[in-house]
């Protein structure tokens, strides 16, 4: 893929993206939550000098594509915008121009150029059983490439790994009761093959695209943020859902809700798993700041270590 340039004020109008647009995205929609005071103003001075673009390669392996849509999905300015120009995205199956033996060769050369400069985000869990034939990401000089392969060649050359959604961070769906391709985690892959690339675990099922651009702003800002005892980011990750609900006070006063329209009553006799969660939802919310789970149905824990088995079922009190 081609790697753009991040263009002067009049080319960057033509192009979508604008200086002002991307501001909106990286601090508009994190305004007040966290991430606008610690990267705001090391990102306008990148900005005012042109920013420093930082190369991604972004792999998928057995998840449902899920995550690159929910980034891909959102607005002010169009991620896809952000992802191909702003920062540099050197490879992504879903969203590249290349194709086929000609990708592959493509994300080799990329991960020996920019050796040690580039992050690597590994989109759902990595099959380790069966050689790891359940998972095939390419072919290069007639020989399948699996999950597995490329993960233990490119991981060790990164300066950092992203493990977008709970697949990807702690296994999640493809690693639940049954599990038998042996679908592992990012972490604890890297950690059997021996390799010590540090990882910032950035779930959800799907996590919000402010939590992935924010992680990377503050990457590329910052270097890696701070993390909590299960390797992810604090500002998005690092408080009780249950202890900031709006639906709190409802619990206190033993107000329960009975059906998923009630609009006031706590969640919590209808499977609410809130109060085992610890993410920012209740605040930044989805669907452009429209609503939350717990508008609309319970939460399901669905950012925890624990998701799915340890939070089914969805609908029954833990
Ligand atoms: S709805 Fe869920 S998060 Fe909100 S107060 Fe009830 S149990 Fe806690
Ligand atoms: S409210 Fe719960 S289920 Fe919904 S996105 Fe947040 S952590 Fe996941």
């Known amino acids: 893929m081609k790697d753009v340039q991040l263009l002067p004020e009049m080319q960057q109008k033509k192009s979508g993206v604008t200086r002002r647009s991307f501001l909106k995205t990286v601090t508009g929609?994190?305004?007040?939550?966290?991430?606008?005071?610690?990267?705001?103003?090391?990102?306008?001075?990148?900005?005012?000098?042109?920013?420093?673009?930082?190369?991604?390669?972004?792999?998928?392996?057995?998840?449902?594509?899920g995550c690159s849509v929910t980034l891909l999905n959102s607005t002010s300015p169009p991620i896809a915008d952000v992802l191909l120009k702003v920062i540099s995205l050197q490879f992504h199956p879903t969203v590249m121009a290349s194709e086929?033996?000609?990708?592959?060769?493509?994300?080799?050369?990329?991960?020996?150029?920019?050796?040690?400069?580039?992050?690597?985000?590994?989109?759902?869990?990595?099959?380790?059983?069966?050689?790891?034939?359940?998972?095939?990401?390419?072919?290069?000089?007639?020989?399948?490439i699996t999950m597995v392969d490329l993960v233990k060649e490119i991981a060790p050359q990164a300066g950092s790994v992203l493990a977008i959604g709970t697949c990807a961070a702690f296994g999640g769906i493809p690693a639940a009761e049954g599990n038998v391709t042996g679908a592992t985690s990012v972490t604890d892959f890297l950690k059997d093959n021996g390799i010590s690339t540090p990882v910032v675990n950035i779930s959800g099922c799907p996590p919000h695209p402010d939590w992935i651009v924010g992680s990377i702003v503050h990457l590329l800002e910052k270097g890696i943020?701070?993390?909590?005892?299960?390797?992810?980011?604090?500002?998005?990750?690092?408080?009780?859902?249950?202890?900031?609900?709006?639906?709190?006070?409802?619990?206190?006063?033993?107000?329960?809700?009975?059906?998923?329209?009630?609009?006031?009553?706590?969640?919590?006799?209808?499977?609410?798993?809130?109060p085992d969660t610890y993410a920012d939802c209740y605040k930044r919310k989805w669907n452009s700041g429209m609503n939350w789970c717990i508008d609309n149905a319970v939460c399901i824990g669905c950012v925890s270590s624990g998701f799915p088995d340890g939070t089914t079922p969805f609908y029954e009190p833990a």
């Not at 001075?45 to 930082?54: D, I, M």
């Not at 990329?110 to 059983?129: D, H, M, N, Q, W």
């Not at 206190?252 to 006031?264: A, F, H, R, V």
Request: overall charge negative; some cysteine.
């Open 29 to 65: 929609t994190a305004a007040g939550i966290g991430i606008a005071q610690m990267v705001n103003p090391a990102l306008i001075q990148a900005l005012e000098k042109g920013l420093k673009r930082h190369p991604v390669i972004w792999v998928q392996g057995q998840g449902c594509t």
């Open 100 to 144: 086929g033996e000609m990708g592959m060769e493509n994300l080799y050369a990329i991960a020996e150029e920019y050796k040690g400069r580039f992050s690597l985000v590994v989109e759902g869990a990595i099959p380790t059983a069966e050689d790891g034939k359940y998972c095939i990401v390419g072919e290069a000089h007639h020989k399948e």
């Open 225 to 274: 943020p701070e993390l909590d005892e299960e390797g992810r980011p604090m500002i998005f990750y690092g408080e009780n859902i249950h202890d900031n609900c709006p639906r709190l006070d409802a619990y206190e006063e033993g107000e329960m809700s009975e059906t998923l329209s009630d609009p006031k009553g706590c969640r919590m006799d209808i499977g609410c798993k809130g």
